[in-house]
């Protein structure tokens, strides 16, 4: 027989089942490039789940923002996973449950006699018992890693109606209820148990489970069928349920005695083996304790001060709450003065809607199986007072979460209040407030609980392959400060100092990246974009260490020789000439998102100001910042170009070829950034900073090149690129171009090479300025002649070139005007692929023009 609803259920990997989050929602169909070398290559996987444990076993959770965003019930593919190793591939119609043990009738059920019994619907949250954990990983490590939280619908058959209907119904020794499920482990199956009482009591709602939010059960949750218990912990609620087993005692599974178990503190890993601490039965954990969290603000969120009426808005703090047992959360209270007051906060129990009420029952009852979610509005200035806001949940029992955590050696359980620190500070456009919470999921860094660990550290190790480290010269903070020039340029990397004076020429990306950061700490901007070996490099340039750890100064916070910002300050600070600060990470949202292509899309994000300049001159580009999902939340930066008009105010736009996973075999996972910003949201911020490069294009013919160490005017500029490097050469295009540009007669040809003619970008734009200004009207207004090659087959009707950029189309198409300047009147700009540079373009150029023009009039960005 089919399943029920007619769905069509995986028998294989190639078979799985392609449904969707909620009923009628869209279904995920691509395998994550992280699992195709696992066991678990054929299950479809939300790419925005956090990873715990790397890529397998799959231990993941959502982000907390994306989880709150999501409401009441979380969908499936974003509902947290704890998998101990492999899932297991089951069939729909192979598949049998036993009952065995202390019944009247041990029988093998099959999925389609399960789902012809009663069943029932109703929401239930899944809650780990180590949820909070890297809070206690901070005193000191446990032996799990993170969890998480999520409510789902469940519908099932009652567990008490599974063992009195189908197996007869159980014997009076009958004291546990074990189970066991079809995963293959080094130890066995999963197994775990409950006792009598709660499995057959209705009151209990343990229910037999096949489906999750209207869908079947997903691999990762259980198929195709799996144990929900309410108000106990995840790790009760056995998946790939393969055997229910009555018995007297409890269940002797490895899992059921070394997990899921709260030891005194004073008890370590090693005593606890040596000492039988496992399975001692008062340790065990079921029901879920008191606990909440706060959600809004969320870790590293900022408020801006950047007028008098924002310390007078409205600020909407936000969390959720919950309690086992089927126990009420009564009430939720903040703190913004360290515990000493607290204030109640409006609380919604969406679960008491009459449309979660379970068919079938008796009489009317309320169920607290499910998580609560709490809300408070007060005005900013309140929050600018703080040091901290606190969060605390009372159940109907009066018991509330304790102020400090107790570690134990597990990670479990752990439900003090919880804190998020509130820090003033100060950006460019005026005063801010930021937030941090305890800490930040698996291995991403972050959190007040971390710094406060990496606190106690007073100095910095001189690295151990530096030969009389211990003689190095200590400074200051204030000491690195000073020297923030182009010919006194020092830097900050993980806590040594380096003068990087010398290399200032010699540095690929051009002097400004370095002097962007010259005097101040950029550790995490250098281990953001350098590789290993340009790491081993910068020890050439080592010249000491810094004496303190706490308070270094970072991008994100009060730069060097700025006064520490006063309320008073604020009126004096609200007016900037431009949005760029070099030495600061901005916060812009993002206002509009445009698809151009299948692969292409346009990012508009939004400055302070409509009015506000951008301060990015023509040919620089700027650094994005994010901590990327694919990469477990770690810090990339990325260089983008602009394509908005140099000159454009209270905005500016990004065009970005997304780089999607499984499309290029070379690079399975595809591009973590640019999938990163294809996942942006209308209102969501990214940090910016910059100008950055060494090119400048000053208007009617004149540049700046190297930093302003070449300098010229120019009547003709060819440029070369590839791919998406025509994002740079496109704002000297639009500034040489534009309406008001009077004076500038320069000239130009766009050589851009691409795979096929969908990869082509601005394609319409550069068409619009070739048919305004003559690409044959060399004696009148500025002509352009843009072409394009292809490496691919061409498409029917191409009429630009094929192949690749080479010595040959260089010397044909770079410089086509008559009558010609002199190459002193010349110079080429390139931005592609380093091999399309370095093989093709820079030879060619050298054997056609010369080492001297190749050297002196040739510019990479």
Not at 384 to 401: F, G, P, Y
Not at 518 to 525: S, V
Not at 564 to 570: D, Q, R
Not at 748 to 766: A, F, H, M, P, Q
């Amino acid at each position: 027989m089919a399943p029920p609803h007619h769905m069509d259920i995986p028998q294989s990997p190639e078979l799985i089942a392609k449904q969707g989050d909620i009923e009628g929602g869209p279904a995920l169909q691509s395998i994550d490039a992280r699992d195709v070398n696992t066991p678990d290559n054929w299950i479809p996987r939300n790419p925005d789940l956090i990873r715990l444990t790397g890529k397998h076993p799959f231990n993941c959770e959502p982000p907390l923002p994306t989880l709150m965003e999501n409401g009441f019930i979380t969908p499936s593919d974003l509902h947290y996973v704890r998998n101990h190793g492999a899932v297991p591939q089951l069939s729909w119609d192979a598949h049998r449950v036993q009952i065995s043990g202390l019944v009247q009738n041990s029988v093998d059920i099959t999925m389609e006699q399960l789902i012809s019994l009663p069943s029932v619907t109703m929401p239930v949250t899944l809650v780990c018992a180590g949820n909070r954990r890297k809070e206690q990983n901070m005193i000191k490590q446990t032996i799990g890693g993170p969890s998480g939280v999520s409510t789902s619908i469940w519908t099932g058959v009652r567990l008490s109606v599974l063992l009195k209907l189908v197996a007869g119904g159980v014997l009076k020794q009958a004291k546990y209820v074990c189970f066991e499920g079809a995963d293959k482990l080094p130890t066995g199956h999963y197994g775990t148990s409950i006792d009598i009482e709660r499995a057959m009591n209705d009151i209990n709602d343990v229910i037999v489970a096949y489906k999750m939010n209207g869908q079947l059960l997903t691999p990762d949750h259980g198929y195709p069928v799996r144990i929900i218990i309410p108000g106990v912990i995840g790790g009760r609620m056995v998946k790939w349920l393969a055997q229910i087993i009555v018995s007297e005692k409890e269940s002797s599974n490895h899992y059921h005695y070394h997990d899921n178990r709260v030891l005194p503190s004073h008890v370590d890993a090693e005593t606890a083996k040596k000492d039988g601490w496992w399975y001692k039965p008062e340790y065990i954990i079921n029901e879920l304790n008191i606990n909440s969290t706060i959600s809004s603000p969320s870790h590293d969120e900022v408020i801006p001060l950047s007028s008098p009426a924002s310390l007078t808005a409205n600020y909407t703090m936000k969390g959720y709450a919950y309690c086992g047992g089927g126990k009420k959360v009564t009430r939720v209270e903040i703190s913004l003065d360290g515990g000493a007051t607290w204030i109640l906060t409006d609380l919604q129990h969406p679960e008491e809607h009459p449309q979660y009420s379970v068919q079938g029952d008796e009489y009317h009852r309320v169920r607290h199986w499910c998580w609560c979610f709490w809300s408070y509005t007060l005005p900013t200035h309140r929050i600018i007072q703080c040091k901290e806001l606190m969060v605390r949940a009372w159940d109907q029992s009066h018991n509330t979460q304790p102020e400090r955590l107790t570690w134990n050696v597990m990670g479990m359980m752990n439900n003090c209040v919880f804190r998020v620190k509130v820090q003033l500070f100060s950006p460019a456009n005026g005063l801010a407030l930021k937030f941090e919470h305890p800490t930040q999921p698996a291995n991403a860094p972050g959190g007040w609980m971390v710094k406060s660990e990496e606190a106690t550290v007073k100095t910095v190790e001189a690295p151990k392959f530096i030969s009389g480290a211990k003689s190095m010269k200590s400074f200051t903070i204030e000491d690195v400060a000073k020297h923030d020039k182009e010919d006194d340029c020092w830097i900050i990397v993980d806590g040594r100092v380096y003068d990087c004076t010398k290399f200032l020429e010699d540095h690929p990306g051009g002097a400004d990246s370095i002097l962007i950061n010259a005097g101040i700490d950029c550790t995490e901007e250098f281990n953001a974009i350098h590789s290993t070996k340009a790491q081993g490099m910068l020890t050439e340039y080592l010249i000491g260490s810094i004496l303190q750890v706490t308070g270094l100064p970072t991008p994100t916070q009060t730069p060097p020789h700025t006064p520490t910002p006063t309320h008073s300050s604020l009126s004096k600070q609200l007016e900037t000439p431009a949005f760029l600060h070099p030495k600061l990470w901005k916060a812009v949202t993002l206002v509009k998102k445009q698809s151009l292509s299948h692969d292409t899309r346009l990012f508009r994000f939004a400055l302070d100001t409509p009015d506000q300049h951008f301060g990015l001159p023509v040919g620089k580009h700027i650094f994005l910042r994010a901590n990327l999902p694919l990469l477990a939340n770690k810090t990339t930066i990325r260089a983008y170009t602009p394509s908005s008009p140099p000159a454009t105010k209270g905005h500016f736009d990004l065009v970005v070829k997304i780089y999607f996973a499984g499309v290029k075999p070379q690079f399975p996972e595809g591009g973590a950034f640019s999938q990163y910003l294809e996942r942006l949201r209308v209102g969501d911020t990214v940090e910016v900073k910059g100008p950055l490069g060494s090119f400048v294009y000053e208007g009617a013919g004149r540049y700046s090149g190297n930093s302003g160490k070449r300098k010229g005017t120019v009547r003709e500029i060819g440029m070369i690129c590839g791919g998406t490097g025509i994002t740079p050469l496109w704002q000297v295009v639009q500034e040489i171009f534009k309406e008001d540009g009077e004076g500038d007669d320069t000239r130009v040809s766009l050589l851009v090479g691409n795979r096929t003619e969908d990869d082509i970008l601005l394609r319409k734009e550069l068409d619009d300025i070739v048919a305004k200004f003559g690409a044959d009207r060399i004696q009148v207004c500025r002509p352009i002649n843009f072409r394009n090659v292809l490496s691919q087959k061409a498409p029917k009707g191409w009429q630009y070139g094929v192949g690749y950029i080479n010595e040959h189309v260089i010397a044909e198409k770079l410089f086509p005007f008559k009558p010609s300047a002199a190459d002193s009147e010349r110079i080429v700009l390139i931005c592609g692929p380093p091999p399309m540079v370095t093989n093709s373009c820079i030879p060619a150029l050298k054997k056609l023009y010369g080492s001297e023009f190749a050297d002196t009039r040739v510019f990479v960005f």
